[in-house]
């Protein structure tokens, strides 16, 4: 059946030294790289998590700013339209007195036109007037002329 020597033994202590010296050279540097590398991995986890918690903070204080800056920029049209609408109607209103004054000026131009113009005819109706009633009465021509002239004089 079995038979027991030192065969066994040997190989056993082979075995062993085998496995002592594997992971002297082969095992140990390998467990040490991976060790090395798991530290590196878990620092660059670290830093991207760092990273990332900044950008989000930033992210959110960029919002912030810019939620800010909308309701200024809002701000700042409404107040402009304000502005213009009240530049508006100042505008309006100014040059409303001004057609206003123009108008006034233009009718009292038209008046005086109109009394200058009554005034000539009323001159020219007198006239003709004197005229029609001296041809009326018969006078000659050369009696129209002088009583035309000598009745104004």
């Given at each position: 059946?079995?038979?027991?020597n030192?065969t066994?033994p ?20 390998v467990v ?8 590196l ?35 700042t ?7 213009a609408?009240?530049?508006r ?16 000026e ?22 003709l ?20 002239s000598?009745?104004?004089?």
């Open positions: 059946m079995l038979d027991i030192l066994l040997i190989v056993l202590l082979m075995f062993l030294v085998f496995a002592v010296l594997m992971n002297i050279v082969f095992f140990g540097p040490r790289v991976l060790d090395a590398r798991r530290e991995i878990d620092g660059r986890k670290f830093r991207a998590q760092e990273a990332v918690s900044r950008a989000q903070a930033l992210e959110v204080q960029l919002e912030a700013g810019l939620a800010s800056a909308k309701h200024r920029a809002s701000a049209l409404v107040e402009a339209l304000k502005s609408e009240a530049q109607q100042a505008l309006v209103a100014e040059t409303g007195l001004q057609v206003s004054a123009e108008v006034e233009a009718l009292r131009g038209i008046g005086a036109e109109k009394e200058r113009l009554l005034a000539g005819l009323q001159d020219e109706v007198s006239a007037s004197d005229e029609i009633r001296l041809k009326a009465l018969g006078a000659s021509p050369a009696l129209v002329g002088a009583g035309v000598g009745g104004r004089e």
